[in-house]
């Protein structure tokens, strides 16, 4: 079974706008780590924002935040004030305990594009 | 973040040549590194995962003896694709684990290996 799902096709967002990208996970740990990546397309990977399963706020980075619904198994990320620069490919990845030695699955990502 | 440096960036060889990629963690000493392969608009796929001073555990299906991965520092983990073959051409990425950034991976920025 897939552990992480982000089944939104391509997304096109006006600058300055926000966006929110989707992200649904499959666990059965208690314990566990939720990740967001940026990969432009010169395909480095950009870490951009954790949410531990145990923390009870929503993780926050700049214009970054997490919405964080564990009773849906969810870790949506918002980009607030859309920039160009934000155009990128977006993964989703989840660490698990059972996993093991802080191996990371990874969803098959969100294409957003910016446009002025 | 942590800054993980990859080399080379991009590499163009004969099929039947072996072709050494090198993984660096700059400024944290990273006792895990990951080796990923991904192919255009896919996902991440996990390879191997380089403990320092020890084997490499490879995922199921990605052959040892093709993708051999030495781990000999703190700071550098070496892939090495031996008699490349051109489906062995695509996106290799590394990663590293800075434990006192709470485990969070850092990536290094890719290499495109192309075979001919």
């Known amino acids: 079974a897939q552990k992480i799902t982000q089944t939104q096709p391509g997304m096109f967002v006006q600058e300055k706008e926000a966006v929110t990208l989707d992200c649904t996970y499959d666990t059965s740990d208690q314990s566990y780590g939720l990740f967001w990546y940026k990969q432009p397309s010169s395909g480095e990977m950009i870490f951009l924002i954790y949410?531990?399963?145990?923390?009870?706020q929503n993780a926050t980075e700049g214009r970054y935040s997490l919405n964080f619904q564990k009773a849906r198994k969810s870790a949506n990320l918002v980009i607030s004030a859309s920039q160009l620069g934000d155009s990128a490919m977006y993964f989703c990845a989840m660490r698990e305990a059972s996993y093991g030695n802080n191996r990371l699955a990874f969803g098959k990502g969100n294409q957003v594009v910016v446009i002025p | 973040g942590a800054v993980v440096s990859q080399h080379p960036s991009r590499v163009i060889c004969k099929s039947g040549t072996s072709v050494k990629i090198e993984c660096r963690s700059l400024?944290?000493?990273?006792?895990?590194m990951f080796w990923y392969r991904q192919f255009p608009k896919q996902s991440l796929m996990l390879m191997a995962t380089s403990n320092e001073g020890s084997k490499a555990t490879y995922e199921q299906g990605v052959e040892k003896d093709k993708f051999l991965i030495n781990h000999a520092s703190l700071t550098l983990s070496t892939l090495t694709v031996t008699s490349a073959h051109p489906e062995d051409s695509s996106f290799y990425i590394c990663?590293?684990?800075?434990?006192?950034?709470?485990?969070?991976?850092?990536f290094g920025p890719g290499t495109r290996l192309l075979v001919l």
């Open positions: 400024d944290f000493q990273a006792t895990t």
């Open positions: 949410q531990g399963s145990y923390d009870e």
């Open positions: 990663s590293a684990t800075n434990q006192k950034a709470g485990e969070t991976q850092y």
